[in-house]
Each structure stands twice: as structure tokens, then as C-alpha cells.
């Protein structure tokens, strides 16, 4: 099963972007898996950004808790990430990935991973 992930693109500064991520097959199933979205910046390393577990608890860091919103559609077993105020220090790839069980921060702990999708954000 993959992760499929949708919606980046190049936006200037304080615009706004959405995220999609769908298993590429039912058998990964978002209502029984933590879903989270991470960031890769150039020359950082990979970052927690949003996650929401397979309860629904949701877990933002504070950097960008008011600016980034995560949200899921079990019916349609797709997890989106709502962006807005976008900064240049946004720019990065994003990655949707999965686990079973709970959100946690740690890029190791998740078993499924999407390509990424590249988010561009331009003074």
C-alpha cells in the first residue's frame, strides 16, 4: 500500500495551499491508523507538522498550530492539511505517512510513507 499525496504547489507568501493523502489501496483504512503529515526543508531534516489518530485526536505543534489545520474524511479514507498564511520558511516537501495506533512526532515510528509534494512559498 502507498500514500498517495496531492496539492502542492509554488504560492506566495501569505497564501494559502491544501494537502490531500489517500491510501492507494482500501486495505489501509484511516480510521485504524494514525495519519500524520511531515516536512522536509532544504538541508533540514524531516519535521512532524500535523497528526491525527485513528480516534480522531489531532496533535499540531504550536509552530503552526495556528496556521495548519488537519482534518480527514473516513468516508472517502483521505486526510487533508489545510494551510494558510503561508511563510518562506514553509517551503519544503511534505509527507503524508501512517501507523497503526497513535500520533507520535518520530519519523520512525511510521510504516507508510507518500513520494512527498513539494510546497514552494515565494516573498
Known amino acids: 500500500v502507498q500514500l498517495i499525496e496531492s496539492g502542492g504547489g509554488s504560492v506566495q507568501a501569505g497564501g494559502s495551499l491544501r494537502l490531500s493523502c489517500a491510501p492507494s489501496?482500501?486495505?489501509?483504512?484511516?480510521?485504524?491508523?494514525?495519519m500524520a503529515w511531515f516536512r522536509q526543508g532544504p538541508g533540514k531534516e524531516r519535521e512532524f507538522v500535523a497528526g491525527i489518530s485513528w480516534s480522531g485526536l489531532i496533535e499540531v505543534p504550536d509552530a503552526v498550530k495556528e496556521r495548519f489545520t488537519i482534518s480527514r474524511d473516513v468516508a472517502r479514507n483521505e486526510m487533508n492539511l489545510q494551510m494558510i498564511d503561508l511563510k518562506t520558511e514553509d517551503t519544503a516537501v511534505y509527507y503524508c505517512?501512517?501507523?497503526?495506533?497513535?500520533?507520535?512526532?518520530?519519523?520512525?515510528?511510521?510504516?507508510?510513507w507518500g513520494q512527498g509534494t513539494q510546497v514552494t512559498v515565494s516573498s
Open positions: 489501496s482500501d486495505t489501509l483504512s484511516i480510521s485504524r491508523h494514525a
Open positions: 505517512a501512517a501507523r497503526p495506533g497513535i500520533v507520535t512526532f518520530l519519523v520512525f515510528d511510521y510504516d507508510y
